[in-house]
């Protein structure tokens, strides 16, 4: 097989042409500049490709003895935050290394998946089926997931909690304790909620966590200006780099969470339709790369990467629809942070390294074949 | 392979299938949303942008101007400049503006109030006002060194000007800043530096000279910068107004009135009602409102006892004294008293253990009508008075305007005062006792007219009794009844033409006879001889006015004991054109000193004024000098501004 043909070149273009369109829409959020985001996103975008098409080459068995050393160590650095931590938009979630602001929580949702499919592999269905050998990546979510929530960063959180259950759930795990879960979590708040258990203060910061519209000129004023961008859109929106939201600066973090709504109001309902058509070929992609694999470990991560990438989706632009409070996801590739990029261009450069070893056979030991 | 792969991989299956449907479901409800938000809702959420982006600015309309009969300009408007200081644009503010100091005045309070600016606003492109009233040298002086006062901006608006000054104050009135309770009645009035009328006819025409706001719509970013104007709707200019004032007449009237302390004239057109000049002094410069007017200034205008700012040929009430006689007359005469009746004057009457004296000591002997308008005898009044009542009295005098506000576009027009028994009992709780009849017969006691009314009265006369009402607004129609244009303005008031000719003839005795009480004030111009009835109106109801003021000293007491002078008069007696009432306060010369004045304003009608009217009467007027595109002139006919 050669070098060129393993490659699953479907996925690459769809990549190709999602990373462009996030290059042309941040010219347009800057109102037909290059600067500051556009240029830098393209280069960004550029080393991004470089990385995920190295790591298609990266022997399979290896990548599956790193795996659990992987989420060590990035549970660590998430910990370093903690104390070292940079502070942004109010909450400590970058680390500085030089000039480059890495947000490990970011990287994390990755590596969870890794580590997942790696702690999944070994078992047999039988003992998946068996509670006490949950206990173990039940922690592996857990853990992360509270360091994440205490930055605060709910979006992260939510992204890790639902794509490590999405594991579970196609990893085999039985459906009824998924329904005991789910029943229990609504239990156990309902209860905490109300015998006031906890206090009164931290009862309305959670409130307002949740609902960011009661503080219009905050959160509020972002959603309904998003909510103004999209709808006077229209259906074919008001071209490129006419979008009046957008260019007169009411829209905000149009660059970051919000570029989607630039989109919409430049090019209508038809322009993101097309964005998310891509976007969702990409997730169906992955999951078309994920059945086709011999390896346990293979399959979970390429379909784990696609839930993890739905995620992001999904909660992006139901935030920028106003479905959801605003929680502060991006959509990777398009939107501007190198880390959110780097971090799904690694879980597609896995997607395309696991097509790639589609035929490899891997032991519950990791000895492939 | 291990042996359960086989189930592994299928329950993996199933489980893909199942989420990819899940996620399906969930891109499907994104979808939704997306058509409800941007086809359905597309149009409430278009105005909103609209609303977001789009700024509507007011652009303040110009003033309309008011000339007089002749299109000379009695309030305009000139162009002012003052500087702005962009803060953004400036580095240095402390810097720049002391830059900017070598080159104009600036206001003492300068720093504080931009810095107050500041500290309003964080929008630094704000222009925030450095210095206003800029001359065109100081402009040139700031432009010349634009390049060293970085931020610095002129800034081009509109000042009202009244070259006329003093001699039409108190008609024209002024404008001033808007008051903070009137600033929600129009949008206009929240704009900057926005004027309104505060006085006369800039008060009372307020609404026409106006003019209606433009917009500019602009589009702004979010933080409230303009970006670019998107479209534009001009202000429409306010009406120009043509009054009825003649500035060379009031100026006139003006500058010999000035000599008195107090005194008043207005000059009106026997048969349009139109009010050529009106004149009250002392007078004030209404350029000093215009260009914003200082506390000293204000303070000397409003305390000062001769009350400046007051338009006394509207607001002062006067006992008329003897010119009331007129209306006496016309009663009598109304009445089937003859104008024969002849009665004896010995000086004084008794009258109910009282004694009423007449102004001759000696007494006028036997005498009639007519002698006793020549030669103001008022015994005859009191007699004839006495005969006819004061109700009869009151109801003439009515119909001559007095007694009741004469309708003219001017604040603060007083009614006068005609009593009747009625209105005694009413405001004094007392009954009518017929000695007060005699008092009021020669237009003392409880009798009040303003020197308007009195205007009104003699050119009611003049006009052979027709219900002229004063106007302000040049018409259009000939006021010379010998044109075949000629057309009455004004319904008659039913007098017949047999009093009217006894009264006429005793005020042409007055002046142009030696028994005359203004006899010495007779104009040798044939054509230009005038009638008229002098009058002195006793300072004791005045004076109550007086002694709220305060101590006086000695002076003024002796200045302040002397009567009023009051003359009314029409020429010319032929052909009645202009009626003309002077009133001044304390006068040293007497009521023959107003009738002498009275003289050189018919003198000054006779050369100035007469000859401008004659050639513009009767033919369509031509419109005073358009500039910059000003809209229609309005004709404020004396019907319409009622």
Redesign the interface.
């Known amino acids: 097989m050669g070098a060129l043909k393993s490659v699953n070149w479907t996925i690459v273009l769809l990549v190709m042409l999602i990373g462009m369109i996030g290059v042309a829409i941040l010219y347009s959020a800057a109102g037909g500049s290059w600067g500051p985001w556009a240029q830098n996103h393209g280069i960004r975008f550029g080393a991004g490709l470089i990385i995920m098409l190295t790591l298609v080459f990266v022997n399979i068995a290896w990548v599956y003895r790193v795996a659990p050393f992987l989420y060590i160590a990035m549970l660590c650095m998430i910990l370093l935050v903690e104390f070292i931590g940079l502070t942004g938009s109010g909450a400590q979630r970058w680390l500085g290394v030089g000039s480059l602001r890495i947000q490990p929580s970011e990287l994390m949702k990755i590596t969870i998946v890794l580590f997942l499919a790696w702690y999944f592999h070994r078992l047999?269905?039988?003992e998946?089926g068996r509670i006490r050998y949950l206990i173990v990546p039940l922690i592996a979510i857990a853990l992360p997931t509270f360091l994440v929530l205490r930055q605060p960063d709910l979006g992260t959180a939510t992204v890790l909690f639902l794509g490590g259950g999405?594991l579970f759930?196609?990893?085999?795990v039985r459906i009824w304790k998924f329904v005991l879960a789910g029943a229990g979590m609504v239990g156990a708040v309902f209860v905490v909620w109300q015998f006031h258990i906890l206090a009164p203060y931290q009862e309305n910061r959670i409130r307002t966590f949740l609902d960011p519209d009661t503080d219009p000129l905050g959160s509020g004023y972002h959603i309904t200006?998003s909510?103004?961008?999209?709808?006077?859109?229209?259906?074919t929106g008001k071209g490129y780099i006419q979008g009046?939201?957008s260019?007169?600066?009411?829209l905000p973090e149009k660059h970051t969470d919000f570029v989607l709504s630039v989109m919409?109001e430049e090019f209508?309902?038809l322009g993101?339709?097309t964005v998310?058509t891509l976007y969702?070929l990409l997730?169906?992609m992955a999951?078309v790369v994920?059945?086709g694999t011999r390896a346990?470990f293979a399959?979970?991560i390429a379909?784990g990467v696609g839930?993890t990438l739905?995620i992001y989706f999904?909660v992006n632009?139901?935030m920028v629809?106003s479905?959801v409070p605003v929680v502060g996801i991006p959509l990777p590739m398009i939107s501007y942070g190198g880390t959110a990029m780097l971090t799904a261009m690694l879980g597609i450069g896995l997607v395309l390294n696991m097509y790639r070893n589609r035929g490899v056979?891997l032991s519950?030991t990791g000895a492939a074949e | 392979?291990?042996a359960?792969?086989f189930?592994?991989?299928s329950?993996?299956?199933r489980?893909?299938v199942m989420?990819?449907g899940a996620?399906?479901l969930?891109?499907a409800g994104?979808?939704g949303?997306?058509?409800y938000?941007?086809?359905l809702?597309?149009d409430?959420?278009?105005l909103?942008?609209d609303q977001?982006?789009l700024n509507v600015h007011l652009i303040p309309p110009t003033r309309g101007r008011i000339f007089d009969r002749n299109g000379e300009p009695i309030a305009v408007n000139r162009q002012s400049y003052r500087a702005l200081i962009i803060p953004e644009q400036s580095k240095y503010i402390v810097a720049t503006l002391e830059k900017l100091a070598q080159h104009v005045t600036l206001p003492d309070d300068v720093l504080d109030r931009i810095a107050e600016q500041r500290r309003r606003t964080r929008q630094s492109f704000v222009p925030i006002e450095v210095v206003s009233n800029l001359s065109w040298i100081e402009v040139s002086r700031i432009e010349v060194n634009a390049l060293n006062l970085p931020g610095v901006i002129i800034d081009a608006g509109q000042r009202r000007i009244y070259p006329a000054k003093e001699s039409t104050a108190h008609v024209i009135g002024y404008v001033g800043g808007v008051d903070s309770t009137q600033i929600k009645q129009n949008k206009l009035f929240a704009l900057p530096g926005f004027k309104v009328g505060k006085s006369g006819v800039e008060e009372q025409l307020d609404d026409v000279l106006r003019g209606s706001g433009g917009t500019s719509r602009v589009?702004?970013?979010?933080?409230g910068r303009i970006?670019k104007e998107v479209n534009r709707r001009p202000a429409e200019p306010g009406v120009n107004v043509w009054s009825s004032l003649d500035n060379n007449l009031s100026h006139f009237i003006y500058e010999k009135l000035k000599r008195h302390r107090r005194a008043s004239a207005v000059v009106m057109n026997v048969h349009s009602g139109e009010v050529l000049a009106m004149v009250s002094v002392p007078s004030y410069d209404p350029n000093q409102f215009a260009s914003g007017i200082d506390e000293a200034t204000w303070k000397k205008l409003t305390t000062d006892p001769d009350h400046p700012l007051t338009n006394k040929a509207i607001t002062g009430q006067y006992p008329p004294g003897s010119t009331f006689k007129i209306a006496v007359l016309a009663a009598a005469l109304e009445e089937g008293i003859s104008p024969k009746t002849e009665i004896v004057c010995r000086g004084a009457i008794n009258y109910s253990d009282r004694r009423y004296h007449c102004w001759k000591r000696g007494g006028h002997g036997r005498i009639d009508a007519t002698g006793a308008i020549r030669e103001s005898c008022d015994v005859w009044f009191y007699r004839i008075g006495e005969q006819l009542g004061i109700n009869k009295i009151a109801e003439y005098a009515k119909r001559f305007g007095l007694g009741t506000k004469p309708d003219i576009p001017l604040p603060n027009v007083k009614p006068g005062l005609i009593p009747t028994k009625d209105w005694k009992r009413a405001n004094y709780d007392e009954i009518w006792y017929n000695g007060e009849t005699l008092i009021s017969a020669i237009g003392q006691g409880y009798c009040l007219a303003t020197p308007l009314q009195l205007a009104m009265m003699t050119a009611r006369i003049a006009s052979d009794g027709m219900a002229i009402k004063p106007s302000l607004f040049r018409s259009n129609k000939t006021t010379v009844p010998s044109s075949p244009l000629f057309q009455p303005f004004f319904p008659s008031l039913g007098l017949s033409t047999a009093a009217l000719r006894v009264i006429q003839q005793g005020m042409w005795e007055v002046v142009n006879t030696p028994k005359g009480t203004a006899f010495g004030a007779q104009s040798w111009h044939e054509e230009w001889k005038f009638a008229g009835k002098t009058g002195t109106s006793q300072v004791r109801s005045i004076s109550e006015e007086e002694r709220r003021e305060g101590v006086l000293s000695n002076k003024d007491i002796a200045w302040a004991r002397r009567d009023h002078a009051v003359f009314v008069g029409y020429a010319p007696y032929h052909d009645p054109q202009y009626a003309v009432s002077v009133l001044i306060e304390h006068s040293a010369e007497g009521s023959g000193g107003a009738a002498r004045f009275a003289r050189d304003v018919f003198d000054y009608i006779r050369t100035d004024v007469h000859p401008q009217i004659l050639k513009s009467t009767g033919e369509t007027a031509a419109a005073p000098p358009a500039e910059d595109g000003a809209p229609t002139m309005a004709f404020l006919a004396t019907s319409s501004v009622s």
Do not use: C, P
């Open positions: 047999s269905h039988e998946v999405a759930f196609l990893a085999g200006q909510k103004i961008a999209l709808g006077s859109g229209g259906l009046t939201q260019n007169l600066n009411f919409a209508g309902m993101m339709l998310m969702f997730i169906f999951f994920a059945t346990t399959r979970l379909s839930v739905f999904f632009l139901a629809m479905l056979w519950r | 392979m291990y359960d792969e189930t592994q991989e329950v993996f299956s489980r893909a989420l990819l996620q399906g969930l891109t994104l979808v949303r997306l058509y938000l941007q086809i809702e597309r409430r959420y278009q909103l942008a977001n982006r589009e702004v970013n979010s933080a970006i």
